[in-house]
Nanobody
């Protein structure tokens, strides 16, 4: 069982930056590939970015490439999402998710792949 707790959301202006954190419980964090998803008002939850167990492989949806960076610190059981040059269309509840996997270099983009989810943190970007 893994519990995920997101933090770092808030209200910012367009062009600002935020760093989200997702802290995981347990001693096997390095066994999990991690992902960030988001859900905007009135829309379905969508994939944003993912990172492999080792952190060596990452993937981003086109709309955030060059602006967002996912990273992880396995010693701290934490995955981060650095968001720069935020846009109003980035406004959403951001969720982190964990997938237990034996594949050290794989990341996952499908929500159904993930085993555990956090409660989400709100990011609001004003224009």
């Amino acid at each position: 069982q893994v519990q995920l707790v997101e933090s770092g959301g808030g209200l910012v202006q367009a062009g600002d930056s935020l760093r989200l954190s997702c802290a995981a419980s347990g001693r096997t964090f390095s066994s999990y590939a991690m992902g960030w998803f988001r859900q905007a008002p009135g829309k379905e939850r969508e994939f944003v970015t993912a990172i492999s167990r080792s952190g060596g492989s990452t993937y981003y949806v086109d709309s955030v490439k060059g602006r967002f960076t996912i990273s992880r610190d396995n010693a701290k059981n934490t995955v981060y999402l650095q968001m720069n040059n935020l846009k109003p269309e980035d406004t959403a509840v951001y969720y982190c998710a964990a997938k237990r996997t034996y594949r050290t270099g794989s990341y996952y983009r499908d929500q159904s792949d993930y085993d555990y989810w956090g409660q989400g943190t709100q990011v609001t970007v004003s224009s």
